[in-house]
């Protein structure tokens, strides 16, 4: 959105500084708390935000403004994982004894997650992407992984700033890539050190950077529960045309 106030290949881009949450905020864990409502408008534009609120649940402003939503999908089973870890990094952290993976699945199968049922949350995106393909773009985060540089190509023309042919030329959609690859990202002071304000309290940038593999899940769950989200995942996008 802002790369041409901010070169990928300058020195001075703020992931070299900021912690990606604090590039990109997100809606119901930074900028709106229960003693702040800001006043977005005032906010220079184009304005960029990250969230994890189901469509539903968005405010009505939001698909009424004919503003732009890119959502991104990942296997349920690996969701399930980088849940499991993070929320016991939290517990860990209060005192509390960490939760068994078993435990956890028995959480994520009952809808008990962050932002909803898991089924629900992707569904509810995936028929506002069929409907309004132009104002709802839907990745699968194993897509992106497979092909990263067709995906920011695909995501600069959605939101209006298509690279032109001296960018192409210049390999920035590459350089975009390298920038925002896990294992640059991982690298970087601000997300290996530092902590972000959230509603539920400071949290350490390191903590949101776990492995950004595809099927880590192979690693974590039993036989038993791999079964049964995969049968839940069959059942509930059924008919949807949505493989994940």
């Known amino acids: 959105m802002h ?3 901010h070169p990928v290949d300058s020195g001075d881009h703020p992931f070299n500084s900021v912690s990606p949450h604090e590039c990109v905020k997100f809606l119901e864990y930074q900028l709106y708390t229960a003693s702040r409502i800001p006043d977005i408008g005032r906010l220079p534009d184009p304005r960029l935000f990250a969230t994890h609120v189901p ?3 968005l405010p009505r402003s939001v698909p009424g403004s004919g503003c732009k939503i890119v959502y991104v999908c990942r296997d349920p089973k690996d969701i399930l994982v980088s849940q499991w870890k993070f929320s016991n990094k939290f ?3 209060d005192g509390l004894e960490p939760l068994s993976v078993e ?6 199968c009952d809808g008990l997650s962050p932002g909803g049922p898991y089924w629900d949350h992707v569904l509810g995106y995936w028929r506002a ?3 309004h393909p132009e104002r709802v773009l839907f990745f699968r985060y194993e897509d992106m992984i497979r092909d990263p540089a067709a995906h920011v190509s695909k995501l600069a023309e959605f939101v209006g700033r298509p690279f032109d042919a001296g960018e192409e030329d210049a390999g920035t959609v590459d350089a975009i890539v390298r920038l ?4 640059n990202m991982t690298g970087l002071g601000a997300t290996k050190e530092g902590k972000t304000e959230l509603v539920v309290g400071a949290v350490e940038n390191n903590w949101f950077f776990r492995r950004g593999m595809v099927g880590d899940w192979e690693n974590h769950l039993p036989p038993e529960t791999t079964r049964k ?3 839940i995942t069959h059942a509930r996008f059924r008919d949807s045309g949505l493989h994940v």
Request: with cysteine; proline share 0%.
């Open 55 to 57: 469509f539903v649940s």
């Open 229 to 231: 989200i995969d049968a």
């Open 103 to 108: 435990a956890a699945a028995d959480f994520f």
């Open 129 to 131: 992407h069929m409907a």
């Open 91 to 93: 517990r860990i952290r």
């Open 180 to 183: 925002c690859s896990f294992e």
């Open 3 to 5: 790369r041409k106030e």
